[in-house]
């Protein structure tokens, strides 16, 4: 069964990290004199004492984890930061709230853990409507909770605290996205180290390149936390737009783009100054072609239908085809009133996503080259019944259990996406929302492409049970299905 002390003690250590985390958002808050001080005061509270309690209970357990351990944790560890997450949204609710005479806008426990869960993974999709009236400790913690979903929570914890976190191997093996994992340090401590710097690297250049464009220090530090995890969420109702700056739009899509590569070969590439090592690698080459040949087609498509000058668009058309293929969301133009023929192009890169071992979502574009591959073999297997076709990805053998994985993973997500689409449709929201919010939520893209909830507008008209069914569907597709979905299978309870 469960080793339930290992994972107590997992716990423990995650949640005094949220707390350390949240408490960056209390400085915050006390630097603009913030009504939600006595919010994130109170959270820090529950949140250590609950951590204490976790640690408690976890004091003599081994460091020996199974691989069902490691699916629970990462499972629960997700949903166990959103809940803790999501009480500096909920507080105001009470009348804590009146010692400081808030009037901030209160949420409900659904759209408090929705907004939360839609933070740690990265989706970017928000039910706030006015976003700019939020305190700025809020803020700072929305964009926060991104910066830290972007590589993963537990992955952040076996940076910052290997000793604490047992089975860290299996831990990675859990929470890392793609079907093929890259190469590591043989500490995976030191390796997942190398891997945040890379990411603290990417946030502090982000966060200048923003500054020299023109922006204060706070928006450019939410902004910078946000595109490097590909999130999504803005302090601004208009998101990048509102700044009407063509220079802090291309330094958002730069951004977004190193984002969505994977950062292990960013790293190698850029460290060793092999920079070649880019365009051998096939899955970057897939990823860049996608974008290039989105931008290109949108851009004559502006250009013809909507009247677009050439520069403008080329910005709009290649910003959306980052923000929509890096999973991130942002966005400088309304894409819901551009050609729906555009939509199609952006709902593709939506499914697709960025690289794997990256922040950005979607299947990975990993699996599309594998896909790919498969389609090829098949062909040449019906003209050469009896040869043997390996697969190859960059010079690496894929076994046939990988292609029989990739094969249950798109039928799994194909499914899942019909299924929810089938009950959002139930719940009343027309079919082309139902579709791009069921896509939208499995690829933690943020946007969806209707007319009801477009691109620019906030998820806050969705019924309550459609809003659980999206947060549970952006766990779903930031574990990447099994790591979730293996916890509602009877063997997976067994004992053995």
Same mark, same amino acid.
């Given at each position: 069964m469960l080793n339930t002390k290992l994972i107590a003690k997992i716990f423990g250590s995650l949640l005094f990290l949220e707390a350390i985390l949240m408490s960056t958002c209390l400085i915050v808050s006390i630097y603009y004199n913030g009504t939600d001080m006595a919010s994130f005061l109170f959270t820090i509270m529950i949140t250590t004492l609950c951590g204490?309690?976790?640690?408690?209970?976890?004091k003599d357990a081994d460091n020996n984890m199974s691989?069902?351990?490691?699916?629970?944790?990462?499972?629960?560890?997700?949903?166990?930061?959103?809940?803790?997450?999501?009480?500096?949204?909920?507080?105001?609710?009470?009348?804590?709230?009146?010692?400081?005479?808030?009037?901030?806008?209160?949420f409900s426990l659904t759209d408090a853990f929705f907004e939360t869960m839609s933070g740690f993974t990265t989706t970017g999709a928000t039910i706030i409507d006015d976003v700019e009236s939020l305190p700025?400790?809020?803020?700072?913690?929305?964009?926060?909770?991104?910066?830290?979903?972007?590589?993963?929570?537990?992955?952040?914890?076996?940076?910052?605290?290997?000793?604490?976190?047992?089975?860290?191997?299996?831990?990675?093996?859990?929470?890392?996205?793609?079907?093929?994992?890259?190469?590591?340090?043989?500490?995976l401590s030191t390796g997942a180290k190398w891997i945040w710097m890379v990411y603290l690297l990417?946030?502090?250049?982000?966060?200048?390149?923003?500054?020299?464009?023109?922006?204060?220090w706070f928006n450019a530090m939410n902004y910078a936390m946000t595109s490097t995890a590909t999130g999504g969420f803005s302090t601004t109702n208009g998101s990048l737009a509102s700044f009407h700056s063509p220079t802090e739009?291309?330094?958002?899509?730069?951004?977004?783009?190193?984002?969505?590569?994977?950062?292990?070969?960013?790293?190698?590439?850029?460290?060793?100054?092999?920079?070649?090592?880019?365009?051998?690698?096939?899955?970057?080459?897939?990823?860049?072609?996608?974008?290039?040949?989105?931008?290109?087609?949108?851009?004559?498509?502006?250009?013809?239908?909507?009247?677009?000058?050439?520069?403008?668009?080329?910005?709009?058309?290649?910003?959306?085809?980052?923000s929509f293929m890096t999973s991130t969301g942002l966005f400088n133009d309304d894409a819901g009133q551009w050609p729906h023929v555009t939509w199609i192009v952006l709902a593709v890169l939506m499914v697709i996503g960025g690289c794997s071992g990256s922040t950005a979502g979607g299947i990975k574009s990993i699996r599309a080259v594998m896909l790919l591959k498969n389609m090829r073999n098949e062909f040449r297997h019906l003209l050469h019944p009896n040869a043997i076709l390996p697969m190859k990805v960059d010079g690496v053998n894929v076994p046939m259990t990988k292609r029989i994985t990739l094969l249950s993973f798109l039928s799994l997500y194909i499914i899942l996406a019909g299924l929810c689409t089938f009950v959002l449709t139930v719940e009343g929201i027309d079919h082309t929302n139902a579709v791009t919010i069921t896509?939208?939520?499995?690829?933690?893209?943020?946007? =969806?492409?209707?007319?009801?909830?477009?691109? =620019?507008?906030?998820?806050?008209v969705l019924p309550d049970l459609s809003k659980w069914i999206c947060a549970f569907l952006m766990l779903v597709g930031r574990l990447e299905l099994f790591t979730v979905l293996v916890l509602f299978t009877p063997a997976f309870w067994k004992e053995q």
């Open positions: 204490l309690i976790f640690r408690h209970f976890g691989r069902r351990d490691a699916f629970f944790v990462v499972t629960l560890a997700w949903v166990l930061f959103s809940v803790f997450g999501m009480i500096p949204f909920i507080i105001p609710n009470f009348s804590f709230s009146d010692i400081t005479g808030s009037s901030m806008q209160s700025r400790g809020l803020l700072f913690w929305r964009s926060l909770t991104q910066w830290i979903g972007g590589l993963g929570i537990v992955f952040f914890t076996i940076a910052v605290l290997p000793s604490m976190v047992g089975g860290s191997v299996k831990v990675f093996a859990a929470e890392a996205t793609g079907p093929i994992r890259s190469k590591l340090h043989p500490r990417l946030t502090v250049a982000c966060v200048f390149s923003y500054m020299a464009c023109g922006m204060n739009e291309y330094v958002c899509t730069l951004f977004c783009f190193l984002a969505g590569i994977n950062f292990m070969l960013l790293y190698a590439s850029v460290a060793r100054l092999q920079f070649r090592n880019l365009w051998r690698n096939s899955e970057f080459r897939f990823y860049l072609s996608a974008i290039i040949f989105a931008t290109l087609f949108i851009m004559a498509e502006l250009m013809m239908r909507n009247g677009y000058d050439l520069e403008h668009a080329f910005r709009s058309a290649i910003f959306q085809s980052v896509l939208s939520c499995l690829g933690n893209t943020g946007p =969806t492409l209707g007319l009801e909830i477009g691109p =620019t507008m906030s998820w806050s």
